[in-house]
């Protein structure tokens, strides 16, 4: 499969999952708000270390820059 997720859109993501991994592990989100949100932080990282997005494969979104041809 062709990779459809750009540098800042995987750097994002992976920000977010950090983020949320440090409200869970500071006790600021706990209960099923901290399931959904650590579910959510687990699809970002694996989408980002794979660089594909599956979410953006029915709309034919990229965030990756075209490499020109010359």
Same mark, same amino acid.
């Given at each position: 499969? =062709? =990779?459809?997720?750009?540098?800042?859109?995987? $750097?994002?993501? !992976?920000?977010?999952?950090?983020?949320?991994?440090?409200? *869970? *592990?500071?006790?600021?989100?706990? @209960? $099923?708000l901290? !399931?959904v949100? @650590?579910?959510?932080?687990?699809?970002?990282?694996? $989408?980002?270390?794979? @660089?594909? %997005?599956?979410? *953006?494969?029915?709309? @034919?979104?990229? #965030? %990756? =820059?075209?490499? #020109? =041809?010359?």
């Amino acid at each position: 499969m =062709k =990779k459809n997720m750009g540098t800042l859109d995987r $750097t994002i993501r !992976i920000i977010a999952a950090v983020v949320i991994a440090v409200l *869970y *592990y500071s006790g600021v989100i706990s @209960g $099923t708000l901290a !399931i959904v949100l @650590g579910i959510i932080a687990l699809v970002f990282v694996l $989408t980002s270390l794979v @660089g594909i %997005c599956p979410a *953006y494969l029915p709309f @034919g979104l990229s #965030s %990756c =820059k075209t490499e #020109s =041809k010359a």
